[in-house]
T-cell receptor, first 114, second 116 residues
Framework: DAKTTQPTSMDCAEGRAANLPCNHS???????VYWYRQIHSQGPQYIIH???NNETNEMASLIITEDRKSSTLILPHATLRDTAVYYC???????????????FGQGTELSVKP | DTAVSQTPKYLVTQMGNDKSIKCEQN?????MYWYKQDSKKFLKIMFS???????INETVPNRFSPKSPDKAHLNLHINSLELGDSAVYFC???????????????FGPGTRLTVL
């Protein structure tokens, strides 16, 4: 699985968009980009994933560059409850029934401030 | 309704003891996992089971023995506990096939193990 690089920490004002970057310059063609977050003292929570196209769901948007070497997770209107560590993970899409391990890096500690 | 539950939430024990952590998921998933988060907050996969069969074992000491009585349960038994086993242990589950969104992993609330 390819390695990812994320800033250690970021601040965001409440109500503003939070843009969390991730570099994955060694990503290969069959690797997906996944984002999870971990709110303090809780288990990680899935946010979104994508391969090539930009993706949006009720939680966030994922923008993947055309060369796929980097991506940005966007929380459109950050709230205090979005304060968490955000993990960008790239991995081969799991096949059959075998799920697939997630390799977590250090992540970005996002602080949303009033 | 709790999707992935773990018991106990906190576990404090002496070195050398044997302890178990239980995990149950009510999502109907085929695959379950154990992850360890150490004091530096790094999350690492330990084991993965699919339909009660071990499919991932990530260089974990054999003092750790996962047991899956059925596909809804994956328990973790630890023998001869050591100080370095102190960590938060997370159970997770996922559905391996079907639509892509079914491969996301759902995590439990974690079990904080402290070995004295």
């Amino acid at each position: 699985d390819a390695k990812t690089t994320q800033p250690t920490s970021m601040d965001c004002a409440e109500g503003r968009a939070a843009n969390l970057p991730c570099n994955h310059s060694t990503i290969s063609g069959n690797e997906y980009v996944y984002w999870y977050r971990q709110i303090h003292s809780q288990g990680p929570q899935y946010i979104i994933h994508g391969l090539k196209n930009n993706e949006t769901n009720e939680m966030a948007s994922l923008i993947i560059t055309e060369d796929r070497k980097s991506s940005t997770l966007i929380l459109p209107h950050a709230t205090l409850r979005d304060t968490a560590v955000y993990y960008c993970i790239v991995r081969v899409y799991p096949i059959y029934n075998q799920g697939g391990k997630l390799i977590f890096g250090q992540g970005t500690e996002l602080s949303v401030k009033p | 309704d709790t999707a992935v539950s773990q018991t106990p939430k906190y576990l404090v024990t002496q070195m050398g003891n044997d302890k178990s952590i239980k995990c149950e998921q009510n999502l109907g998933h085929d695959t379950m996992y154990w992850y360890k988060q150490d004091s530096k907050k790094f999350l690492k996969i330990m084991f993965s089971y699919n339909n009660k069969e071990l499919i991932i074992n990530e260089t974990v000491p054999n003092r750790f023995s996962p047991k899956s009585p059925d596909k809804a349960h994956l328990n973790l038994h630890i023998n001869s506990l050591e100080l370095g086993d102190s960590a938060v242990y997370f159970c997770a589950s996922s559905q391996g096939q079907g639509r892509s969104t079914q491969n996301e992993q759902f995590f439990g609330p974690g079990t904080r193990l402290t070995v004295l």
